[in-house]
């Protein structure tokens, strides 16, 4: 059977079982809104690793065949709804398409990956991002779809499962190759300064919800600094497919909330851009009465700069803006004794 006519076939069955249903047209317009300012763009040089060990040098392929590529995690119930679409593609794929599952990375784990793979019977390669794939890509919800052409150029960037998508898969096949595949690539940038337990904050000062700017490092405030890193959709979306996980981000929260009302430090709340918009902060903090300031790392530099690939977590300085401890949710079982730990600097 050939492959427009599989990816119809398929198309039908997501839309009848109302996968591509109201609820996920808000996903639509931000993968495209993410996508838009890539397409028609040279897709990035990136070298990934599957979790199986296999590298797949994406720079060898561009030129060749066409990529699909789907980023993904276990936690997500759209992507769970779209895998039957997604592996039929995989199997459906001849030599001019190359077909690749990306995990985000965000809320999971290889171990995890892999009992989801068995459990479902995928087949494709799987990558386990660190977070360099994302970036390259404006990822913003999952799961989110990219397809680049044989001539190795972006051409679509979506969230659905949908008609839109299978027409831009047969789209990228028809597309003619590029006579030079290094001509037909960016380099993605990888230049990402990194910051850890005993390393100074950078000399940033992010944009909050409100529209105020915190600095990182203020010489007229000695007071500690708490990073508070989270997620505005834990709790909730994740209270049913990852309790132990929402729980967590329901006790930070309700920790910070006690704790920072003493003033004895800066705080600031930042949130992941995966799934969220500064009206979805809003709403998170009006919801649930967070009362420090909160911005909206959208890009997702701030997670990647701190190494944060779980929320909940937060990261104390100390008076002279060095980092002296990253908190994790065991930490967090009192107030006490968060408190404690945001007042300690040796």
């Known amino acids: 059977?050939?492959?427009?006519?599989?990816?119809?076939?398929?198309?039908?069955?997501?839309?009848?079982?109302?996968?591509?249903?109201?609820a996920t047209s808000t996903g639509q317009k931000m993968a495209e809104g993410a996508g838009k300012p890539l397409l028609g763009t040279r897709a990035p040089r990136l070298v990934l690793k599957t979790i199986d060990g296999e590298t797949i040098d994406l720079a060898r392929i561009y030129g060749r065949q066409a990529v699909y590529l789907k980023f993904w995690a276990t936690w997500c119930v759209p992507c769970r709804e779209q895998m039957p679409h997604f592996?039929?593609?995989?199997?459906?794929?001849?030599?001019?398409?190359?077909?690749?599952?990306?995990?985000?990375?965000?809320?999971?784990?290889?171990?995890?990956?892999r009992t989801y793979r068995r459990r479902l019977g995928i087949t494709m390669p799987i990558v386990f991002d660190d977070g360099q794939a994302g970036a390259a890509f404006n990822l913003r919800v999952t799961p989110q779809h990219i397809v680049i052409g044989r001539d190795g150029r972006i051409q679509y960037v979506g969230h659905l499962a949908d008609a839109r998508l299978d027409a831009a898969l047969v789209a990228a096949r028809a597309a003619a190759p590029s006579g030079n595949r290094d001509a037909a690539v960016a380099k993605a940038s990888t230049e990402t300064l990194h910051y850890a337990v005993g390393d100074h904050l950078p000399r940033q000062s992010p944009l909050t919800i409100d529209g105020q700017r915190f600095r990182?490092?203020?010489?007229?405030?000695?007071?500690?600094?708490?990073?508070?890193?989270?997620?505005?959709?834990?709790?909730?979306?994740?209270?049913?497919?990852r309790p132990a996980l929402s729980e967590n981000c329901r006790r930070m929260r309700e920790r910070v909330n006690e704790v920072a009302e003493d003033r004895g430090a800066r705080w600031l709340g930042i949130a992941s851009g995966l799934w969220a918009t500064p009206d979805d902060l809003r709403e998170y903090r009006s919801k649930y009465g967070v009362h420090i300031p909160l911005s909206l790392d959208q890009s997702g530099a701030l997670f990647r700069a701190f190494n944060v690939t779980q929320v909940p977590a937060a990261?104390?300085?100390?008076?002279n803006g060095r980092i002296v401890r990253r908190i994790e949710p065991r930490d967090l079982e009192t107030s006490a004794a968060l408190r404690e730990a945001v007042n300690a600097t040796d």
């Open 87 to 113: 592996e039929h593609v995989y199997e459906s794929a001849g030599p001019d398409l190359a077909v690749i599952a990306i995990d985000v990375g965000f809320n999971d784990s290889i171990d995890e990956v």
């Open 315 to 319: 990261l104390v300085t100390d008076g």
């Open 216 to 241: 990182f490092t203020d010489a007229r405030d000695q007071r500690h600094t708490v990073l508070v890193f989270l997620s505005p959709w834990c709790e909730s979306y994740l209270e049913t497919t």
């Open 1 to 22: 059977m050939k492959l427009p006519h599989v990816l119809s076939m398929v198309s039908v069955w997501l839309t009848l079982s109302g996968v591509a249903a109201g």
